[in-house]
């Protein structure tokens, strides 16, 4: 059941795609809150209540004892004392002494004190404007989920060949560079399907441009690369050059499709380009103008994109710059006491995406003009909308690649997200396992975060451990950033470790690819925490490091230094596979309950539930060569193991669940059937 409450008159952020009719604010209130005002509502929770979702943000599964703020930031310092990340996902879940779903559809700033003023209240404060209330009813966390992504539209689709490996780096400054990383992979056989680029290939940090001098003749080299099977995935941007003579800046100019000042002039900061406009993503018709240049690199062979900057982020507005720089200068020549200090160093830090900034300008939207702060959180979202509405029109029978730093629930039906600029730090990778779940429920199921991280320096050990988290999430991309240590496989000493890891994603991809899918078309989750599957059992709700990954598998990857294995915790008994190569695995049946797990550098968990399968292929070094028709099945029999495999060609926009499907079925004796019909010419079991 869902139930809906407008409040004010809220901006139409265009998340929710189903009519539900309005509930009146009655003299019972909302069902389970106490309203203390219009925008502030709050809930007396039980000690054993549990809270999930809020997406993308720092800490734990249970997102309780902590403070969110809505507010798309981008911050690449994800410590745990931080209350906001790129994305605003206002959706969560109380489950507990009573168990009900809040979505808080508002664009802009919203404050979730999960028991973090009084360790008891959940306190929800809308900061400013209208909004719409959704309170959610089910009695399975899962299927609350569902009504969920219901009211809020189907997940994205990407292409299959997303669902392989990518290398990228900020970055790799020629087509000569790009030529070697994939060399080096194929050369060792290496499995990879894609490489980003950074924004290096751009002319001059220039959206839909690519430099001549750095990569000379772009559609010849696209095409190389895809004779090896390998897509180029270029960035873009949110901020366009200010730039005589450039086509993007001087036809948004001409039709007045950037943000404006309150004079009516164009609002202008610094990004990567140095001075750019912000192209109005809240005006349809700039929308659809900005989705249009997506068209020069699809017309040279790019069938992916990853948008970038889209907060929007600044760098520096110049009217502040020069405030500030004028009370920098009042520092000259004094002599600075150390919390004078203190406050030059705030005052510098501030020139950096600074909140007053965000008020200086203005979108011209459906609704009338409004000033950005007030809409703040769905730039992002709408800068993914342009280019997915896009690529329906200008690729209406082939998926294209896209995913998103920034977003708001309701971008998740025209992209995925990766999760920016992590560190290369041991904490990041649970935090990537921890955010999985929170991201699912709130549609984002393609997703992943920069394996190895981002930024500072990686080691070879992280980097595999991290891969064996990242060999299950849709998006599999090893990134980093500019001048920190190279993290392409070949940096490091373990290339068999490194290809049999990377290589158990291209065995795992006809389950990977069947559990995203059926997600997508279903609305469910790929990625749950133990709670949602096991209800009933107490000590599921406290795992915080573990996770269901889709309906045959738990996972629970190393996520420590030097660790041997970890503890792990078994909801009922299961099938462990030790695994080590696509052909190289060791299995244990563990009763339920607790267990000390060994897991060296080199293997992966995977603790298969009874009367489950794994569909596995023999591997491949790209997505095109893995056999759909060859498959190795893991499964663990009790009475009857059933799983429905899905598969269709990879690209095309339409697709049918029902018939994609292939139900397939071992027996207590082992015998197998695809279909009904025995097959053991197609299967292996293992
Ligand atoms: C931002 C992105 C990062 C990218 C860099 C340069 O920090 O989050 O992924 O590499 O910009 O474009």
Redesign the pocket.
């Known amino acids: 059941m869902i139930q809906k409450y407008v409040f004010g008159n809220p901006f139409d952020t265009e998340a929710v795609v189903k009519e539900i009719p309005e509930e009146p604010i009655g003299e019972g209130g909302i069902p389970h809150l106490t309203m203390a005002d219009g925008n502030v509502f709050s809930y007396r929770m039980d000690d054993g209540d549990v809270i999930y979702g809020l997406g993308e943000n720092v800490r734990g599964i249970n997102k309780r004892g902590w403070l969110y703020i809505s507010r798309c930031t981008d911050d690449?310092h994800h410590q745990e004392d931080k209350h906001s990340l790129y994305a605003a996902h206002n959706f969560f879940i109380v489950d507990g002494r009573e168990r009900f779903g809040v979505f808080v559809d508002t664009p802009g700033r919203v404050s979730f004190d999960l028991g973090y003023t009084d360790r008891r209240m959940l306190t929800v404060t809308v900061e400013a404007g209208g909004f719409v209330l959704y309170i959610l009813e089910d009695d399975s966390l899962r299927e609350m989920v569902r009504q969920f992504r219901k009211l809020t539209g189907r997940s994205y689709i990407p292409p299959k060949w997303a669902f392989g490996y990518c290398q990228s780096r900020?970055s790799y400054e020629t087509a000569d560079e790009v030529r070697e990383v994939v060399r080096r992979h194929r050369e060792n056989h290496v499995p990879l399907d894609s490489v980003c680029l950074?924004?290096d290939y751009m002319e001059r940090f220039k959206d839909f441009t690519v430099d001549e001098e750095k990569f000379p003749d772009f559609p010849e080299f696209v095409k190389e690369m895809g004779e090896q099977n390998i897509h180029l995935v270029p960035?873009i941007d949110a901020g366009v050059k200010v730039e005589e003579g450039y086509p993007v800046y001087e036809e948004g100019v001409k039709n007045g499709y950037f943000c404006r000042r309150e004079d009516g002039s164009e609002f202008v900061c610094g990004v990567?380009p140095g001075r750019v406009h912000f192209p109005d993503m809240l005006n349809p018709d700039a929308r659809r103008w900005f989705g249009d240049w997506y068209r020069v690199l699809l017309d040279q062979g790019i069938e992916g994109f990853w948008n970038?900057?889209n907060e929007p982020a600044m760098f520096y507005e110049e009217g502040h710059l020069e405030e500030v720089l004028d009370e920098v200068e009042k520092f000259k020549g004094t002599n600075i006491g150390i919390y004078e200090f203190f406050d030059w160093q705030k005052l510098v830090e501030s020139v950096h995406n600074n909140p007053g900034d965000y008020e200086k300008f203005y979108h011209q939207t459906p609704a009338g003009r409004i000033r950005h702060d007030k809409v703040h959180n769905l730039f992002g979202y709408n800068m993914t909308r342009a280019a997915g509405e896009a690529f329906e029109r200008l690729s209406p029978d082939r998926r294209i690649l896209m995913y998103s730093?920034s977003s708001y629930i309701g971008m998740h039906r025209y992209g995925g997200i990766w999760t920016?600029?992590n560190y290369s730090w041991w904490s990041h990778l649970l935090m990537n396992l921890q955010m999985l779940p929170g991201l699912n429920m709130c549609g984002f199921l393609y997703t992943g975060a920069?394996l190895g991280g981002?930024g500072s320096d990686t080691t070879e050990d992280l980097l595999l451990r991290w891969l064996e988290l990242g060999i299950f999430t849709p998006l599999m991309r090893n990134?980093s950033?500019l001048r920190s240590r190279r993290q392409e496989y070949y940096q490091f000493g373990s290339e068999d470790d490194f290809r049999n890891i990377i290589g158990l994603r291209y065995g795992l991809l006809p389950y990977i690819y069947s559990e995203f899918m059926k997600a997508a078309l279903t609305d469910d989750m790929m990625f749950m925490p133990l709670a949602f599957v096991y209800p009933e059992d107490s000590e599921a709700a406290g795992v915080e490091d573990q996770l269901m990954a889709g309906e045959s598998i738990m996972i629970a990857p190393v996520y420590k230094q030097n660790a041997a294995g970890r503890y792990v915790y078994l909801p009922e008994e299961m099938k462990l596979y030790r695994m080590r190569s696509v052909t190289d695995m060791d299995t244990e049946v563990l009763p339920a309950g607790h267990h000390y797990v060994k897991a060296a550098l080199n293997e992966v968990l995977v603790f298969l539930r009874p009367d489950h399968i794994v569909p596995m292929s023999c591997g491949g070094e790209s997505v095109a060569d893995v056999e759909g028709s060859k498959l190795r099945l893991l499964h663990f029999v009790k009475n009857q193991a059933v799983y429905d495999l899905y598969d269709d060609d990879g690209y095309s926009r339409n697709t049918d669940l029902e018939k994609s499907l292939t139900g397939i079925t071992v027996d207590r004796d082992g015998t197998v059937k695809v279909n009904g019909e025995f097959a053991a010419d197609r299967v292996l079991t293992i």
């Open positions: 690449s900020w950074d924004i960035i990567w970038d900057m730093r920016g600029d920069d981002f990134h950033a």
